[in-house]
């Protein structure tokens, strides 16, 4: 069992930036695939960006390439999300999530743990 907490959510003004931390339970954090998610008020939670077991592939959803960074630490067992340039429609709940595989992926059902999700609000 795997569980993680988001932290780095808060308020901020549009065309700010946010970092996000994710901190897994486990050593063996490093054999989990991991990625962002976010959920804002009624709408379906949507795919951000993913990183593999080491680090060397990424995959961001279209709406966020050249602004957002994600990253990861295996000696420390976190993963984060830089965000810069942040938008109003950018405002929601972001998740982070696990999944055992190799490669990046860009659909939550294939991520097997999930935190609890840290709210991000961006104001005009």
């Known amino acids: 069992q795997v569980q993680l907490v988001e932290s780095g959510g808060g308020l901020v003004q549009a065309g700010g930036s946010l970092r996000l931390s994710c901190a897994a339970s486990?050593?063996?954090?490093?054999?989990?695939?991991s990625g962002w998610f976010r959920q804002a008020p009624g709408k379906e939670r949507e795919f951000v960006a993913a990183?593999?077991?080491?680090?060397?592939?990424?995959l961001y959803a279209d709406s966020v390439k050249g602004r957002f960074t994600i990253s990861r630490d295996n000696a420390k067992n976190t993963v984060s999300l830089q965000m810069n340039n942040l938008k109003t429609e950018e405002t929601a709940v972001y998740y982070c999530?696990?999944?055992?595989?190799?490669?990046?992926?860009?659909?939550?059902?294939?991520?097997?743990?999930w935190g609890q999700g840290t709210q991000v609000t961006v104001s005009s």
């Open positions: 486990v050593r063996t954090a490093r054999n989990y695939v």
């Open positions: 990183i593999s077991l080491f680090g060397d592939t990424t």
């Open positions: 999530a696990a999944r055992r595989g190799l490669s990046p992926k860009a659909t939550g059902g294939d991520y097997d743990y």
